[in-house]
């Protein structure tokens, strides 16, 4: 398999991982924590969210954990904005992109956004416009990709539609969210497939979340189609809304283990890593589901 | 990807998976849960291991286990047997089939088996000619084939002369194990061009160990270049004996949910599947590894 020679780990964790999480860490806890994965060898982190307190109130602190971490320049800094407020906030806190998110299925869009679909396209416009104006580049979620909690099954005519209708916006880059980590490899192919007949495989991130425990099968058929950017949580952080127990985003350290394994060049520290995750780890109070810390913490009895 | 029709998933829950069990089921809670197995739609069942009860207390019942099973006569009941005594114990139990095993590298087969590897060829020939002459097929497990824990990577060459040396004493299939779940699907690849140009695919078996969470991307890989016979065991029994809590056999129930996915047959109904890993899991009183098992358990609350 020609597979790309290296590849763009986007951490996801501060933001996609701790929005899951029960316990709410100190907001000196977290920017410890980015701070930390900023000398990793991660070239990517998405810190927080300037979405309602009412509604992730594990990031209500966006601001003081977006103004106070200490950059490291060769890192770039990324938060999600729901809207022109959150935007806002996130370009007085100097980020370096803001992503914007929506679902391919009415139901999710609904429930997470209350907004249908064609209701989305105008806020993401204003925003995406605005951001663009700022000198940001912007990424777009788009959500349910592979399967919906309510629908099922997703049309990929319906997320192309959506792709498309958000490159023209000036989007740089969409991530394909497999939200309730149900994509099968099948699917994966089958979906890009169509996908490069439309867009360069840079302009498209994969999203999994390892619910089914095929997120890392999910990826590798992702390279085989020449996808190099994929999002991950540390420690695989996150869990599932839809099934509380069940595994979050696929595990950054696991992801990098394979990667290294497969001679594919990641540019982050194994070691930092697992020094991160035990910092996370302990501060949550709980032993993170991912394979990489279950050899950790048996290697140490 | 020309993936093909249907695989066949080899349950090695009740040798495999028990065998790396600390707490040992009941004589009766075997039968009981290899009579459900029987019953789900899997076609092959590796049922105990015919080895000496100092090395494996866990299976010390093997004799009594296979002869009190009752038997579906669209199931092939297999034993492990290390030497002409197991088979004897086998034959006279009326196993369908037999398995031999050895490892790719020198230090574990000696840790494993007490023997080298060269010394171990007499040993498996004589078996192997006696069960053919019983009437038998005989599968051969190599170990460690894509890395061992006391040696590290291990040469394909050396893997490949030991498949020629069983295939010619008569084995029909040889299962290549990932012992310590350490595969790539780089590694996976590069061994299969290279066995291919020797062996048909449907000659060959997959057994991963999904210790760093890679065993489904490694199956997809193999899948990719035509292996149709993959082992597993229900729930992903079994753990790691050199990482007492990380994750043993892939899951069967995975498996089969992720090859449903990918609409490949594989003969097995899921809720039986799930019904049998719950009654396992009772009497194991531990919750098991899978991620079908953690789904399950969320959604009962």
């Known amino acids: 398999m020609n597979w790309p020679k290296s590849v763009t780990i986007k951490e996801v964790?501060?933001?996609?991982?701790?929005?899951?999480?029960?316990?709410?860490?100190?907001?000196?806890?977290?920017?410890e924590w980015i701070n930390q994965l900023s000398f990793?060898?991660?070239?990517?982190?998405?810190?927080?969210?300037?979405?309602?307190?009412?509604?992730?109130?594990q990031l209500a602190d966006a601001v003081?954990?977006?103004r106070n971490i200490k950059k490291n320049?060769?890192?770039?800094?990324?938060a999600l904005v729901p809207n022109m407020k959150g935007l806002e906030k996130a370009i007085a806190c100097s980020v370096d992109e803001v992503s914007v998110f929506m679902s391919a299925s009415e139901t999710h869009n609904k429930?997470?956004?209350?907004?249908?679909?064609?209701?989305?396209?105008?806020?993401?416009?204003?925003?995406?416009?605005?951001?663009?104006?700022e000198g940001k580049t912007v990424r777009g979620y788009i959500s349910t990709v592979f399967g919906c909690p309510y629908e099922g099954e997703v049309d990929y005519n319906q997320v192309l539609n959506i792709c498309e209708k958000l490159f023209t916006m000036g989007?740089?880059?969409?991530?394909?969210?497999?939200?309730?980590?149900?994509?099968s490899p099948r699917q994966v192919e089958n979906f890009l497939i169509q996908a490069l007949k439309l867009y360069q495989p840079q302009s498209l991130a994969m999203h999994f979340?390892?619910?089914?425990?095929?997120?890392?099968?999910?990826?590798?058929?992702a390279l085989d189609y020449g996808i190099t950017t994929f999002d991950s949580s540390l420690g695989g952080l996150g869990g599932c809304p839809y099934a509380p127990g069940a595994s979050g985003n696929v595990a950054t350290d696991d992801l990098v283990y394979m990667f290294d394994k497969m001679l594919i060049h990641t540019g982050v520290n194994?070691?930092?890593l697992v020094d991160s995750a035990l910092f996370v780890q302990e501060k949550l109070n709980k032993t993170l589901p991912s394979h990489r810390m279950a050899m950790y913490s048996d290697s140490k009895g």
Chains 1, 2 share one sequence.
Not at 73 to 78: H, M
């Open 13 to 31: 964790g501060p933001r996609d991982g701790l929005q899951n999480e029960k316990l709410i860490l100190s907001t000196a806890d977290k920017i």
């Open 40 to 57: 990793t060898g991660l070239s990517y982190l998405e810190v927080t969210s300037f979405v309602h307190p009412k509604w992730i109130p």
């Open 64 to 66: 003081e954990v977006a």
């Open 73 to 78: 320049p060769l890192v770039t800094y990324a």
């Open 111 to 133: 429930q997470n956004i209350n907004k249908t679909i064609s209701e989305t396209f105008p806020v993401l416009q204003e925003v995406i416009a605005e951001a663009i104006a």
């Open 171 to 183: 989007i740089s880059e969409i991530s394909l969210g497999d939200t309730i980590g149900v994509a």
């Open 209 to 221: 979340h390892d619910t089914r425990g095929m997120a890392l099968a999910n990826i590798v058929k």
């Open 270 to 272: 194994q070691e930092a």
